[in-house]
């Protein structure tokens, strides 16, 4: 029996984040064995042109494409969505955010607006990062049509039992706790405030405090001036002590980072922000998360119970959320619990199988 086709309209690495990570690990995944995966990557919009043609010239009996949350992109988006509808194919797309019903409801105008609703009420489906998110689409398709499949932990970025086992028993014996933050360097992430906590660590131990935490940094800088702002406050602060900053990191490099640090901390209020994978792959590798109530966090994180969960109010009182600070053996083992559970890339992959079998 000849495999359907399923033609990929993405984002593919580079660069590594969340939505090309995911995309990522679906397209190079066994479901291949079981379809005929295609692909056109729009990370390029000087390609636009020629995907557009790609598109029209592909014989797919799926597509499956990852929308964009900004106003141009939407744009885009919307050519691609009435190619297809002239096709007279079959569409699902992927939010990877939470951003989106706001973009077509305040941030363009009527007419973008009203394309958008058109558009995605004849799709065969809408997948979104967790139930809250679900909203997003209430009103615009019909309900039974609204997917929710969850972000996973890559298999290669999950510790071994063993290596779990030997993290939990040396927490006693650690003077010192590593707290990372991984993500790309944005403001709206939190990481200035992660900043400004190393400087907190600073000043305990000039009055005389034992040094408790070491704050580890990794990820991408699509700014000079994110990075000339990191690494201009650490010289001002002299907290080269305090902070080691990685890069970007892969493979083994964010493997030991993951098995090694204790704490992790994404105090994010970025407006695009959806389910993060690094969340994942902290609480998979045993750590403690500090992050806020924003998009679909809270349906991973809560706090109190595997980590510390920051609202808006409380995000301005640093010297507050350094003392939260903390890892302790039954919250390392809830959060990777949680992870093996509901999280592993082989759930994610069965769920996405079962929408692409429906369809």
């Keep these: 029996m000849k495999k359907k086709m399923i033609c990929f309209i993405a984002q593919f690495p580079p660069p590594i984040h969340g939505l090309t990570k995911a995309v990522e690990t679906l397209y190079n995944s066994n479901l291949s064995d079981d379809y005929d995966f295609g692909k056109v990557d729009i990370a390029n919009n000087k390609r636009f042109l020629k995907n ?19 106003k141009g992109g939407n744009i885009r988006d919307l050519i691609i969505l009435k190619i297809l509808s ?8 992927h939010l990877h955010g939470g951003y989106y019903r706001k973009l077509v409801d305040d941030d363009v105008g009527k007419i973008q607006s009203k394309l958008n609703y058109k558009a995605i009420s004849f799709l065969e489906g809408v997948i979104v990062l967790s139930e809250s998110l679900k909203s997003i689409f209430t009103g615009i398709i019909a309900h039974d049509k609204i997917f929710v499949v969850p972000n996973c932990v890559d298999d290669q970025y999950l510790m071994a039992d063993t290596e779990f086992e030997n993290k939990v028993n040396a927490l006693d014996k650690k003077q010192i706790l590593h707290v990372l933050y991984l993500s790309n360097f944005i403001k709206t992430k939190g990481y200035p405030e992660v900043l400004k906590m190393a400087k907190i660590e600073k000043e305990r131990i000039e009055s005389g405090e034992k040094k408790r935490f070491h704050f580890n940094f990794a990820g991408r800088f699509f700014e000079d001036s994110e990075k000339e702002f990191f690494f201009n406050y650490i010289k001002e602060n002299n907290l080269d002590n305090f902070i080691t900053y990685h890069g970007e990191v892969g493979g083994k490099q964010k493997k030991d980072l993951l098995k090694n640090c204790d704490i992790f901390t994404l105090i994010t ?14 609480m998979g590798n045993g750590m403690v998360i500090m992050t806020t109530d924003h998009a679909g966090i809270p349906d991973i994180v809560k706090d109190g119970v595997n980590g510390i969960v920051v609202t808006t109010a409380q995000q301005q009182n640093l010297v507050a959320l350094y003392n939260r600070l903390y890892c302790d ?3 390392m083992i809830n959060n990777r619990n949680i992870i093996l559970k509901n999280y592993m890339q082989s759930i994610y992959l069965g769920k996405l199988q079962k929408i692409f079998n429906k369809i």
């Excluded at 002239?86 to 797309?93: G, T």
């Excluded at 922000?273 to 690094?278: A, D, K, L, T, V």
Aim: with cysteine; aromatic share 12%.
């Design 329 to 331: 053996k039954k919250t």
């Design 52 to 70: 557009l043609v790609l598109i029209w010239n592909s014989k797919a009996d799926l597509f499956y494409f990852t929308i964009s949350q900004t």
């Design 269 to 282: 209020r970025y407006p695009n922000e959806g389910q993060p994978i690094s969340i994942l792959e902290a």
């Design 86 to 93: 002239l096709k007279k194919k079959k569409c699902i797309i």
